[in-house]
């Protein structure tokens, strides 16, 4: 290895799945000492994207099983997402305290990606229950904790949906800590299954759930970002998502509603067809969608039914392409990249979406490259529109450490680009 090597725990006798992480751990980081948890989120940033995420149901499981027990004990309870990404940390307030001082708080990324070896992150990557006890954490920093977590999955899909775990002293590797969180997570589990069950016998008959939308394809099951949300980014169809269900719209209705949603103050018929249709198209066009798109939400989504003169939605309806926009301007860049799936309806030739696309497109870049880590211009390259950005690549080797193992894949693509 480039940097030096730290020692394996217990004098080279790890367990094979420490062995395992600390060599994925060596490969994704430079050092040892280099595995802090960067903070992902702030706290406005956190509250926004967790009050959305489906583990927000089963928080009052985790609150009466295990943080509630976890008082006065000198445990924390974390809650993150499929990404090892921290949402709720709760428990022992000294805790919280000296969990802080390692970055193990709420907004925090405890991947293996980021963090090295610890229980969350591990137990991702495997898609189990783990137990890291001390000196077999990665980082010598964390070397005094230890922690148990397990894996939570959609009762639906079986895909994880995220990570409880418990963290502490050497309680938190108990003998029955690991059957204790399992026994949680399944409850957890349990609820959110009966949750949305009941949801669905409430349902009245015809309605959204299970049918196919307007354009002929079946809603997504996509997890939205809110509750009441569109998804425009990287799709050619927006995915409407309202009170807890999905219907996938027809190209021209999505250019419509999430003008709307953009033009909160609402819009005329002359300002809605300049946006979405070429010049020259009569106001009857936009007309006659408007009666389309009316009907469709009536069965659909009837709270969300646009008023007219001025054409304006009734409520907040919060687009994926403006929450972008939103925290690049914030500075908050690693979320916006997080939200980022892809351009603006790609096929779309609406004027206004255009302009969308290639602004969101653009600032994105801008704020990627001009002020960001070399982990977030990473990320940044996966995405296909900077497959062929030479300048994007130049960026991630300059900022990447010179004994970086991740800069021989960086340097091929550049070779191959240049070539």
């Known amino acids: ?39 992902v989120w702030e706290s406005r940033e956190l509250e926004e994207f967790r009050r959305g995420h489906p583990l927000a149901a ?51 990324d405890w991947s293996e990606l980021a963090a090295g070896t610890s229980a969350p992150g591990t137990a991702l990557v495997l898609g189990r229950g783990v137990q890291i006890r001390g000196e077999e954490h990665f980082n010598p920093a964390v070397h005094s904790w230890s922690c148990t977590a397990v894996p939570l999955h959609d009762p ?46 409430g349902e009245p008959r015809g309605s959204a759930a299970g049918r196919t939308a307007a ?44 003008m709307l949603a953009l033009h909160p103050a609402g819009l005329t018929a002359e300002e809605l067809t300049g946006m979405v249709y070429p010049e020259g198209t009569s106001l009857t066009s936009i007309r006659a969608e408007m009666v389309r798109l009316r009907k469709l939400l009536h069965r659909h989504g009837p709270s969300l039914v646009p008023a007219s003169r001025p054409y304006r939605l009734p409520r907040t309806l919060v687009v994926d392409a403006g929450q972008v926009l939103s925290y690049l301007d914030r500075g908050a860049h690693r979320l916006a990249l997080n ?37 977030v211009v990473l990320a940044y390259l996966q995405l296909p529109e900077a497959a062929d950005d030479v300048e994007a690549w130049r960026s991630a080797l300059r900022l990447l450490p010179p004994r970086s193992p991740r800069r021989a894949a960086v340097v091929a693509h550049l070779e191959a680009l240049e070539a």
């Open 1 to 39: 290895m480039s940097h030096p090597v730290q020692s394996m725990p217990s004098r080279g006798q790890a367990r094979a799945l420490v062995r395992e992480s600390w060599q994925r751990s060596r490969q994704a980081l430079p050092s040892p000492e280099a595995a802090t948890p960067p903070v």
């Open 215 to 258: 354009g002929g394809k079946p809603a997504s099951s996509a997890k939205p970002l809110y509750r009441d949300s569109l998804q425009i980014l990287g799709r050619d169809q927006g995915l409407l998502h309202l009170a807890g269900q999905a219907l996938t719209l027809s190209e021209r209705h999505t250019e419509i509603l999430a």
């Open 156 to 201: 639906d899909s079986g895909g994880i949906l995220g990570i409880v775990d418990i963290t502490g002293g050497i309680d938190a590797v108990g003998a029955n800590t690991l059957s204790l969180v399992q026994a949680t997570v399944a409850a957890a589990e349990a609820h959110l299954r009966i949750q949305r069950l009941e949801r669905r016998a």
């Open 58 to 108: 089963i928080m009052p499981v985790i609150q009466q099983l295990l943080i509630q027990p976890s008082h006065d004990t000198g445990l924390l309870v974390a809650v993150g997402d499929e990404h090892g990404r921290l949402l709720w940390v709760e428990g022992d307030s000294a805790a919280r305290r000296n969990g802080e001082r390692i970055n193990f708080a709420q907004g925090a």
């Open 339 to 375: 939200i980022y799936k892809g351009a603006v309806l790609p096929r779309s030739e609406a004027p206004a979406l255009g302009e969308l696309r290639n602004r969101v497109g653009l600032l994105l870049r801008e704020a990627i490259l001009g002020d960001a880590s070399a982990d």
